[in-house]
Structures are given as C-alpha cells and as structure tokens.
C-alpha cells in the first residue's frame, strides 16, 4: 500500500483493527482480499491494469485473487513475522489482515504475541457446505480466544444465490460454532469473483438485508487499548535504597498516579503509591502508563516479592491454582499429565503440571483428537493446568500480557499457551475469606519489618507432614527449642490445643473447618513476627490440602513444608525438605535452619547483632 493512500472519505486513520481470515484454500480467501482491496481503491494506481495485461498475454482468465497475491508479495518486504499480512484502510480505520496458510506458524506467533487478532474472517464455500475443515477452523478461532466473527459465505453463484441453501449452511454453522462459545456476528452470503455483497449489496441476493463483508468490519470493536484497560504493573524486583523500598517493573496495561492504592496478587497486600522514582529528571513523575519500565515506592512497608502483579483495587487480576488454557507445544520431549514443569507468566516462575487434556489438534493440518495422555510436537491442546501454589493471571482476551505464558521443559522453554478460563479450585473460599479480611485488617503502628529487624528473623510458618510415627512432632519439639535457644520467637502451634477451645463447637466431623480456623490463628500469630511451628498429625486431611490451605489464609508468609517418611518412596510430595526418618533430629534440625537462612527468613547472628542477608 502507498504511504500516501487515503481513506475513500479523505478521513485521516485513527486505529488499528487486526483481522485473522481462514478457511480452505479452495474457498476464495484470496478472491475475496483481492475484491476488497481492489473496490476500496487500496491498490496501487495501475495495478488492476497490470495484472489484467499479464493475464491477457498468459491467456488466461483474470482473477481477483491474483491481485492479492501481487499485492502481499509487495507488503511482505520487511516483514518479519511468519504469518502474511495486509494492510487497507476503510473509514476511519486501518485493517490489518492476518492470512493463516500456516496453522502452525500462525498458532505459534498467536501463543508468543508476535501475532494478535481481535476479529476474524472464516470463509465457506456455499457449493461444498460445513465440511469437517470449516468446523476445524472454528475450533482454531475458538482455541486462540477470538470471539468477535464474521462468516462469508462464499461462491453463492455457484448454487444459483438459493436462500435455502445458505440458511442451511448458516443455521447448521452458527449450532456448531455456539458450541465453541463462538458467537458469529454476522453470516453473509457473498461471490468474491463476483463482487456480490463485499462492499456493496447486490440484487442477486434480494432476501439478505444484512451488512456487506466490508460493512461488518467496521461493526467489529476495538481491544482498548492497553492504556485504556485495568492496571496490571508485574514486579520484577525490589530494590533497597536508603530507608527505601522501590518496586521495579513494566506496567503491562492501564495507568498508575502517586496516591494510588495498589493491591498486589495473589498476597493480597495493600498499600498506596507513595512516589514515582525515575533517573536523571527534574522533577520526579506523578504518574506511569502501559508500556514504561517504572519504580515505585508505597507509603507503607509491606512484603511484595518478584512475580506478584498490581492492581487497582477494584479491578484486579484472577487468582486461583487452576486454569484452562490452549497450549502450542514445541518441546523435544511430549507435554505429559502429572509431570512438573515451570511456567513463567509476566515476571512469575512457578511449578505446574497438566491435570486434564480436554482436546488435541495437530497444527498442520487442524486434524482434532478428542483424548489423549500427552501432547506431541507442534499440536495446539486444550489443557488444565495446576500450579503448585496460587497464581495471578487473566485470560488472553482479558489482557494479553497477563494471559499469555510460556512452559519450560528441563531448563528448555518447550511450549506456549494462551489462559482462557480461571478453573475454580478448592481454595476459592478460603482466597475470598484472607482477601475479604486483609483487605479490612486494622494495623497497628509497627509493621512486618520493625519486627523483622528486633527479632533478627521475619514471620513463617514451618509445617511438618508424612505418615504417622515419623518423628515429627519431636522434630518440631526439637527445631523449636533450638529456634529459642538461638533467641529466635518460634512457637509451637498444635492443633491439638485447638481441638479442646476454639473448636470444641464442631468437634472432629469438619475437618475443613478446623483447618480454616487453625489457619486464622496462624495469621495472627505471624502478624507479630512469630515463627510458628506445626504438624498435620491432628488433622484428617491429606498433609497437601492442609498446607495449602494454611498457605492461602497466612499469604503472603511463608509456608515452609518438611515432608518425612519411614522409607524411600517412589512418589514424593512436593516438599521444602524431605526426610527420611526416624533419624538425628539434630541434624534434621539444623538443616531446617540452614534452610530458612537461604530463604532469607533467618538472618545470621553476628554477636548481639542481627546481619541480614536479605531484603524484607
């Protein structure tokens, strides 16, 4: 396209709008691009004429396709994504066409964010009719999140423009595509060869009153642009200046101002922004948009680490340790149920595993299979995936950045994925609960880092879980006099003592209940900097379940977990520590502590004086 073409009312181009068209080879894509850019008058003055003179001296017949195809071989320069695309303009604005060849390529530049599509364009041929193919194109719209879409009927010439037969196609399409929760906006019946109902409504349709192809373009809205949307600023780090904490990162979507109260996810911690820090300008700025690297400071001190995501109070991002998405897979290895692997959403690293595959297809020829154990090498799968521990996120159409993800197999980045639903998991109520109650939480005058400094060690919560008669209750005896004996404030919360006070209403029938309430009395208990000590002995619940519920209600104090066993085990649960045991408890002990220094939740002793290795 000229660098000087205009729209056809002289309007000046406002916005961007990014259009996917699919559909088979065979169905007119081509026809129907080279019609649109030749009667919007976005080719090139002499093009049409060209390509007809070639056409006359090849002998051949003239097609509308052969414009596009000339048309793309001239855009293409410079373009280095693989998936081909066009640009026109139209009213007030410009369409940029995302051709789909290559499902693969396509697919894999969608999941990586080098390729974005806010409508598409699905194309059938009246003659053939809904043919597996057609639907395998929806089910690849509906893969990638794209739910604004415009069916074309195309080649209605070919079955004389019968109503009958294109309301067949249309109710039979608009059934399947419903079941995709695809919703087209319009299906209209068109000949791109003709230039029937493309840009302008044509009488050989006389019973379609809808709008032309061109016409439902601009139907199509607008992603807001990522100024416009919620706040999502991910940390990328805390920096310690001074008496300073300052928060790094890149703010993904929406906008900040100094006096903003952030909350941040999934620790639910709050706190208003205090200053705005920047390097070598006069005046500090008051506020940041989408798309700048800043630091912020907060007017209170609170725990915030790498990975957590802010957010306006009132519109924050998902939280849960479950979530569907369409994941393309790249990895040498296959993508496996019940296997860990790391992803990395923003600036957060975490733990997964694939708990359920709904549906495979394979990237290059669409072909679907319904179940399966393991996804192979350039197949696009519908998956739910867990995390270890609870993550912030949204889905893809949601915001891009926050809903897109990336898998890494054994250090090898193997796959990526677009997050299209939040799954509910069974920490949803006790995540509603602590954010419900922190969110009101009346504070006192000294915070978690005073308490840090005058105890020489931060809050946490240390829990001892494994069969019966492993020891570790005397563990967690033994660890507790040597947390003390070092002048640590540790203590040993048993739930046991629970039992008989605060849980002698529901006695030992709910066992959820008394996890809940065991886990509130550990919230105020690490609220003064305690670390407090337990084991799983007293509960009826596997030790996995009730660490993560301890884990949601004391967020975001840490959950260290020691796992002990009688003997070696071929599955073990994921654990801070494992221990084999019975064994030397003074040992074990030691080694918990050596553990809680790397973590930063001990600092080391120096004479009276507590050194910290970390930053609180």
């Known amino acids: 396209m000229a660098a000087d073409t205009v729209t056809p009312n002289n309007t000046q181009t406002k916005e961007t709008m990014n259009i996917v068209i699919v559909g088979h080879v065979d169905h007119g894509k081509s026809t129907l691009l080279g019609r649109l850019y030749a009667d919007t008058g976005t080719l090139p003055v002499g093009k049409i004429e060209k390509i007809q003179a070639i056409c006359k001296q090849q002998g051949k017949e003239f097609e509308y396709a052969f414009l596009f195809d000339a048309f793309l071989e001239e855009q293409q320069q410079g373009i280095t994504i693989d998936t081909a695309r066009t640009f026109f303009s139209w009213g007030n604005r410009q369409y940029i066409i995302i051709d789909a060849p290559g499902h693969k390529e396509f697919l894999k530049n969608m999941v990586s964010g080098a390729a974005r599509a806010e409508a598409a364009l699905l194309i059938i041929d009246a003659?053939?009719?809904?043919?597996?193919?057609?639907?395998?194109?929806?089910?690849?719209?509906?893969?990638?999140?794209?739910?604004?879409?415009?069916?074309?009927?195309?080649?209605?010439?070919?079955?004389?423009?019968?109503?009958?037969?294109?309301?067949?196609?249309?109710?039979?399409?608009?059934?399947?595509?419903?079941?995709?929760?695809?919703?087209?906006?319009?299906?209209?019946?068109?000949?791109?060869?003709?230039g029937i109902n493309i840009t302008t409504n044509a009488p050989e349709t006389p019973w379609y009153t809808g709008p032309t192809v061109l016409d439902s373009l601009s139907h199509f809205s607008l992603v807001a642009a990522d100024v416009d949307q919620p706040l999502r600023f991910p940390i990328q780090d805390v920096y310690k200046f001074d008496a300073r904490r300052i928060l790094v990162g890149k703010i993904t979507a929406g906008q900040l101002k100094v006096g903003d109260r952030l909350v941040f996810a999934p620790s639910n911690k709050s706190a208003a922004i205090q200053s705005i820090e920047a390097f070598n300008v006069d005046q500090p700025p008051m506020r940041a948009s989408a798309g700048q690297s800043v630091g912020?400071?907060?007017?209170?001190?609170?725990?915030?680490?790498?990975?957590?995501?802010?957010?306006?109070?009132?519109?924050?991002?998902?939280?849960?340790?479950?979530?569907?998405?369409?994941?393309?897979?790249?990895?040498?290895?296959?993508?496996?149920?019940?296997?860990?692997?790391?992803?990395?959403?923003?600036?957060?690293?975490?733990?997964?595993?694939?708990?359920?595959?709904?549906?495979?297809?394979?990237?290059?020829?669409?072909?679907?299979?319904?179940?399966?154990?393991?996804?192979?090498?350039?197949?696009?799968?519908?998956?739910?995936?867990?995390?270890?521990?609870?993550?912030?996120?949204?889905?893809?159409?949601?915001?891009?950045?926050?809903?897109?993800?990336?898998?890494?197999?054994?250090?090898?980045?193997?796959?990526?994925?677009?997050?299209t639903e939040m799954v509910r998991d069974e920490q949803e109520g006790l995540r509603t609960e602590a954010r419900e109650r922190d969110s009101a939480w009346v504070k006192g005058d000294i915070g978690p880092e005073e308490r840090a400094q005058h105890y020489g060690h931060r809050a946490a919560v240390v829990l001892f879980t494994g069969p019966d008669s492993t020891g570790k209750a005397f563990l967690a005896r033994k660890l507790e006099s040597v947390l003390v004996a070092e002048g640590r404030h540790a203590y040993l919360l048993d739930a046991e003592n629970l039992r008989r006070g605060l849980d002698a209403d529901i006695g030992e029938a709910n066992a959820n209940e008394a996890v809940r309430r065991y886990g509130e009395v550990a919230r105020l208990l690490t609220d003064t900097g305690l670390l407090v000590l337990s084991t799983t002995n007293p509960f009826s619940l596997p030790g996995g379940t009730v660490a993560q519920a301890i884990q949601t209600l004391v967020n975001p104090t840490p959950v260290v977990t020691i796992y002990m066993s009688k003997e070696q085990e071929s599955l073990l649960p994921d654990a801070t520590l494992t221990f084999l045991g019975p064994d030397d408890f003074d040992a074990r002990a030691r080694q918990i502590i050596e553990t809680l220094k790397q973590k930063g939740i001990l600092a080391e002793t120096v004479g009276a004086q507590p050194a910290f290795q970390f930053s609180i």
């Open 296 to 419: 912020i400071t907060l007017d209170e001190q609170i725990f915030v680490e790498r990975g957590q995501i802010a957010a306006h109070e009132d519109d924050g991002p998902l939280v849960s340790t479950s979530f569907r998405a369409n994941v393309f897979w790249l990895g040498k290895r296959s993508l496996e149920m019940n296997k860990y692997y790391v992803l990395r959403l923003a600036t957060r690293e975490i733990a997964c595993e694939v708990s359920a595959i709904h549906r495979i297809v394979n990237a290059n020829d669409l072909d679907d299979r319904q179940t399966a154990t393991a996804v192979q090498r350039n197949e696009v799968a519908d998956l739910t995936i867990r995390t270890k521990a609870s993550l912030a996120f949204d889905s893809y159409i949601t915001s891009e950045e926050t809903g897109r993800f990336v898998l890494v197999d054994e250090y090898d980045v193997s796959g990526g994925g677009i997050i």
């Open 127 to 194: 003659l053939e009719g809904v043919k597996d193919q057609s639907k395998r194109h929806g089910l690849l719209l509906s893969m990638l999140g794209v739910k604004q879409v415009t069916v074309v009927v195309n080649k209605m010439d070919l079955v004389g423009y019968r109503e009958d037969v294109f309301r067949g196609i249309e109710k039979e399409y608009r059934e399947f595509l419903t079941q995709l929760n695809v919703i087209p906006q319009y299906v209209i019946p068109a000949s791109a060869k003709q």
